[in-house]
């Protein structure tokens, strides 16, 4: 008895882009979808909504822009702040480099004062033979004073003056019925400024009033 052909019980397998193509298709229908919930293209919005829309982009723009020039206009504002202070620095240093040699100069011209006054005070009773050296020290002090006016350096005034702690330095009192309590009577050591800054205070003594007899 012959036997017809043996039937298999296998099925043919599909193509396997068969299998995968009604997923795929799922996918970009779901990517689709999310694209048209996120928002309509611009081309397909009416003309007054594109307008509107390119309007509230051109305000954001100006508004970053504006932000941003703020932002440089205040660096450079800084920048020229800086390079201004680093001026005024360099030149106050500049201007009062030479203030702690000056101030070692001016015991020299104090001593040259005092010879001079010394020297006139006993001009009696010296011989002729001193005064040309009585003139030279003239000329020391002379010069000496001159080089220090060039430098920036000034006598602080103050006889008769109110007292000024920022200038004058109180050593005393005194009793003073021609000028004013609190006003200085004499100075016992000059003071000097350089420009206008102060590298040494008068000493002073300072008039109070009169006691009651």
């Known amino acids: 008895m012959g036997k017809g052909p043996i039937e298999s019980d296998d099925q043919p397998e599909e193509p396997e882009e068969q299998r995968e193509k009604p997923e795929s298709s799922g996918l970009e229908k779901e990517l689709e979808e999310l694209l048209a919930q996120a928002g309509a293209d611009l081309d397909s919005l009416p003309l007054e909504d594109q307008v509107s829309a390119l309007k509230s982009d051109l305000d954001l723009a100006q508004k970053e822009a504006a932000e941003n020039l703020d932002t440089a206009q205040r660096a450079q504002a800084e920048m020229v702040?800086?390079?201004?202070?680093?001026?005024?620095?360099?030149?106050?240093?500049?201007?009062?480099?030479?203030?702690?040699?000056?101030?070692?100069?001016?015991?020299?011209?104090?001593?040259?004062?005092?010879?001079?006054?010394?020297?006139?005070?006993?001009?009696?009773?010296?011989?002729?033979?001193?005064?040309?050296?009585?003139?030279?020290?003239?000329?020391?002090?002379?010069?000496?004073?001159?080089?220090?006016?060039?430098?920036?350096?000034?006598?602080?005034?103050?006889?008769?003056?109110?007292?000024?702690?920022?200038?004058?330095?109180?050593?005393?009192?005194?009793?003073?019925?021609?000028?004013?309590?609190?006003?200085?009577?004499?100075?016992?050591?000059?003071?000097?400024?350089?420009?206008?800054?102060?590298?040494r205070p008068a000493q002073v003594m300072v008039a109070t009033a009169p006691r009651d007899p």
């Open 81 to 199: 702040n800086f390079r201004r202070r680093t001026d005024e620095d360099r030149i106050a240093n500049a201007k009062y480099a030479n203030s702690r040699l000056i101030v070692n100069i001016l015991p020299v011209l104090e001593e040259l004062e005092l010879a001079i006054s010394h020297s006139e005070t006993n001009a009696e009773d010296q011989a002729g033979i001193n005064d040309s050296l009585l003139e030279g020290i003239k000329l020391i002090q002379r010069k000496l004073t001159g080089v220090l006016e060039s430098e920036g350096v000034a006598a602080i005034e103050a006889v008769g003056l109110a007292f000024n702690p920022l200038e004058h330095e109180a050593l005393g009192t005194e009793e003073s019925s021609e000028v004013e309590p609190g006003y200085v009577t004499q100075i016992l050591r000059p003071g000097f400024r350089l420009h206008d800054r102060v590298i």
